[in-house]
């Protein structure tokens, strides 16, 4: 079976008794459809000794959980969302679908960058209106308090 979910990938886990909490997957079992992802449905196992100088104990260690339980977190836009999938230079990549920013590794980096000239464009031309809007009402101003003098000097 296909997996959307490699490893190294951030992801957000949306059920199970871990749900909310957030890892990175260190390996992926596309045969069981399974995850394993750092900190996440961690296990205690009771581990004997198989020498003289290994210790035995008690050790928690994570275990695997369903890949349908996590989903993938955009690294552009920062939310947990599906995946899609669509082309960037001619190869084929895995896309956020809020955000539509790739999320292999070889392309976010350029993402992230159109991300932020975006909001810089966004910045300035909020800017821009908000000077604009400023110098059409320093502009209106003088006006109305023209009037409001001439009307005093006629009352006088």
Known sequence: MKMTIKTGDNVLVIAGKDKGKT?????????????????VNVVTKHQKPRSQQDKGGI????????ASNVQVVCPVCGKATRVAHGEVDGKK???????????????VKASKKEAKKSTVKAS???????????AETAEEAPKKTTKKSTAKKVSE
């Open 59 to 66: 050790v928690k260690k994570s275990a695997p959980i369903e």
């Open 23 to 39: 890892g990175k997957v260190v390996a992926v079992n596309a045969a069981a459809n399974k995850v394993l992802v750092e900190n």
């Open 124 to 134: 300035e031309l909020k800017g821009a209106k908000l000077k604009a809007a400023t």
């Open 93 to 107: 990549v895995r896309t956020c679908k809020k955000c539509n920013a790739s999320l292999d590794k070889e392309y």
